[in-house]
């Protein structure tokens, strides 16, 4: 059964940084876009990054861009968020998620999902 699974979430201060891993068991996802989501309770999820299956091009939110970096390692089956000078808008369940094709910013377009890892951010 395939499994994503988030890890490296956690408390830090503004303008910290985080690295976030997902990773992919019970199936290889080499072909498959990954992308990260994140969510606040009571409100919308919202695209943070999306990548595809080589790792050639990569899509960030504007709300974090140039904070935030999305790469993957297929040897791995795992991928990661790099997050810098976080602040505290950004506290959120992070989840990551897979899908046959193109990178996509509509998390309607994906397949499989982590369970989410939390981010908090303290001003």
Known sequence: QA???????????????LRLSCAASGRTFSRHAMGWFRQVPGKEGE??????????????????KGRFT???DNAKNTIYLQ?????????????CA????????SSGD?????QG???????
Do not use: C, N
């Open 70 to 72: 999305i790469s993957r």
């Open 98 to 105: 897979a899908r046959w094709g193109d990178g996509s910013y």
């Open 47 to 64: 695209f943070v990054a999306a990548i595809t299956w080589s790792g050639f091009h990569t899509y960030i939110a504007d709300s974090v």
């Open 110 to 114: 994906y397949d499989y999902w982590g």
């Open 83 to 95: 997050m810098i000078s976080l602040k505290p808008e950004d506290t959120a369940v992070y989840y």
């Open 3 to 17: 499994q994503l699974v988030e890890s490296g979430g956690g408390l830090v201060q503004a303008g910290g940084s």
């Open 117 to 123: 890892t939390q981010v908090t951010v303290s001003s």
